[in-house]
């Protein structure tokens, strides 16, 4: 079946606009997280939804940063006034809900680059 | 801070020599571990997991890796390597407590191997 699907897989910006990352996630996943994967720096936890649970949004760097999740599917990214440090590979992955925690799978990613 | 370490961001090997990558943590009470990889140019996959029972645990292309509790350490291990294990290789922790958590992933070791 259909895995994680990611879109725009790049994004180049100029620094102070708006931008936009969508996920979908795996048909029947009700868990979504968003990471950050710069060089040098690893994974970075962004947010995490979790079925109809308020979302863990305690890894978002900045109030710059926000996340929703429609219908407990597709899931955005925006990223307000970007900045040349928030040039990276934003990852979605989404997972079954399950207390022991079925893998993630993971999306191909949006390489953003603020210029 | 509550943390996932791994030790070596970059290790390089030659061929059938042993592997063994580091992973510490700093949560206390019940763990689920993880190793994922990631090849070039593909997204991150699941190597092996631990939930519970028997600390050493197989996962895919030969990969092991052993929890030892009083150590907080959860290190992969491969006796001898290939060429295509060359990789960046994260260890990713959901520390539990109650309801669902969110996963925490290392800072990544990238794994180059030469034939």
């Known amino acids: 079946g259909a895995g994680v699907s990611q879109s725009p897989s790049n994004k180049v910006t100029e620094k102070g606009k708006d931008v936009e990352l969508r996920c979908d996630p795996i048909?029947?996943?009700?868990?979504l997280y968003w990471y950050r994967q710069s060089l040098g720096q690893g994974l970075e936890f962004l947010i995490y939804?979790?079925?109809?649970?308020?979302?863990?949004k305690s890894g978002l760097p900045s109030d710059r940063f926000s996340a929703e999740r429609t219908g407990g599917s597709v899931s955005t990214l925006t990223i307000q006034r970007t900045q040349q440090e928030d040039s990276a590979v934003y990852l979605c992955?989404?997972?079954?809900?399950?207390?022991?925690?079925?893998?993630?799978?993971f999306g191909n990613g949006t390489r953003l680059t603020v210029t | 801070a509550q943390s996932v370490s791994q030790h070596n961001h970059h290790v390089i090997l030659s061929e059938a020599a042993s592997l063994e990558l580091g992973c510490n943590y700093s949560?206390?009470?019940?763990?689920?571990l993880f190793w994922y990889v990631q090849y070039p140019g593909q997204h991150l996959q699941l190597l092996l997991k631990?939930?519970?029972?028997?600390?050493l645990v197989k996962g895919i292309k030969g990969f092991e890796a052993e929890f030892i509790k009083s150590k907080f350490s959860f290190n992969l291990r491969k006796p001898s390597v290939q060429w295509s294990d060359t990789a960046e290789y994260f260890c990713?922790?959901?520390?539990?407590?109650?309801?669902?958590?969110?996963?925490?992933f290392g800072a990544g070791t990238r794994l180059a191997v030469h034939p």
């Open positions: 992955a989404s997972s079954h809900e399950d207390r022991n925690h079925s893998p993630l799978h």
């Open positions: 048909s029947g996943h009700t868990a």
């Open positions: 939804f979790q079925g109809n649970s308020a979302p863990d």
């Open positions: 949560y206390g009470g019940t763990v689920n």
């Open positions: 631990y939930f519970s029972g028997d600390p």
């Open positions: 990713a922790v959901i520390p539990l407590s109650g309801g669902y958590n969110k996963l925490i």
